[in-house]
């Protein structure tokens, strides 16, 4: 089983926690076309390799992000939202 360190709560085993999407794929305006919109929604980069995304430790509550590698499945220790790069 894969273990995930959540930064508030340290290293969990992997079923504890939900994706949350990539890093950086901010919701665009209210009044944005439908094509922004959609852009928004559905299309992902989808990366094969190092990827920063944003997770969901279930438990507490905690939203935060997680550098992983999508090829070897290594995942760095979480760091809160507020955190720098
Ligand atoms: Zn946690």
């Not at 992997?14 to 009044?31: I, M, S, T, V, W």
Request: with cysteine; aromatic share 10%; net charge negative.
């Amino acid at each position: 089983m894969q273990i995930f360190s959540c930064p508030f709560c340290g290293p969990r085993p992997e079923p504890e926690f939900h994706f949350g999407g990539e890093l950086g794929n901010h919701r665009p305006a209210p009044d944005c076309s439908p094509e922004a919109w959609a852009q928004y929604l559905h299309f992902r980069t989808n990366p094969r390799g190092a990827a920063e995304e944003i997770w969901l430790h279930i438990p507490c509550g905690e939203l935060f992000k997680m550098h992983r590698d999508t090829v070897t499945m290594t995942a760095l220790p979480g760091r809160a939202l507020g955190d720098q790069p």
